[in-house]
């Protein structure tokens, strides 16, 4: 029903806080092209930080990093990320590619149901590595919609599965934020062993409200994205 350019309103990138290929260093990629830090976020019971940066275009999309922090999970998970990132050749990491450059590494089945079992976002890095985790559509910016309970039923009338958790919209306009997503496709990954079906990608739909000013609310709200982030989940 949009004929028009889809605005993107963010995307998102995931990583572990990893001395070698930590948030910062793939922040440097965007601040190397004129975006800023602008919010931090934390997600205690996911183990996880986050950062997002602005462009001075805000017509260019704004950049939501999070990073694993490791140090707080289990020994086993620590080892096998480290392996992983051994993989990871320095240069790699600062290369204008790395941040679609996928995985730089190969783990077995095995090895993605241990950290499955801890970690989505572990397990998920582990088969995905280095690519735009999700993609938003700014709702704001939409000609046919004005409210995310429209686009929601949309999507689903259109057959595409939505994120639950926490509810189908999360936010609300006192936060001036509101947030939907499908469930990321299922996607068959050549692990090391054999082929396995796992969770890939996935589209959120953001809806942001004017602050006292006027402007656009542009950061994010910690606990719509950490009901976001299950978009991956292993179903």
Request: net charge negative; with cysteine.
């Amino acid at each position: 029903t949009q004929k028009n350019d889809v605005i993107n309103d963010h995307i998102a990138l995931r990583t572990f806080n990893h001395e070698k290929i930590g948030l910062e260093k793939l922040a440097a990629h965007f601040l190397a092209v004129g975006y800023k830090e602008c919010g931090e976020y934390h997600f205690e019971a996911k183990k996880l930080y986050a950062k997002h940066y602005e462009h001075s275009d805000p017509t260019q999309p704004k950049v939501f990093i999070s990073e694993l922090l490791v140090e707080q999970c289990s020994p086993e998970l620590q080892a096998i990320v480290n392996d992983m990132v051994a993989n990871i050749d320095a240069a790699a990491v600062t290369a204008d590619n790395f941040l679609y450059s996928g995985t730089h590494w190969q783990v077995s089945t095995d090895t993605y149901k241990k950290l499955l079992a801890e970690s989505e976002y572990a397990a998920w890095m582990s088969a995905w590595g280095y690519r735009a985790n999700h993609f938003t559509v700014s709702i704001n910016e939409l000609a046919k919609f004005d409210n995310i309970e429209a686009v929601n039923q949309a999507l689903k009338d259109a057959g595409f599965a939505l994120n639950t958790s926490g509810g189908e919209v999360k936010g609300s306009p006192e936060v001036l934020l509101e947030q939907s997503s499908t469930l990321a496709d299922d996607f068959a990954v050549e692990f090391s062993d054999v082929k396995m079906t796992v969770p890939s990608c996935f589209y959120e739909f953001a809806l942001r409200y004017a602050k006292a000013d006027g402007e656009l609310y542009t950061g994010f709200v910690a606990a719509s994205a950490d009901k976001i982030f299950e978009s991956t989940n292993a179903r």
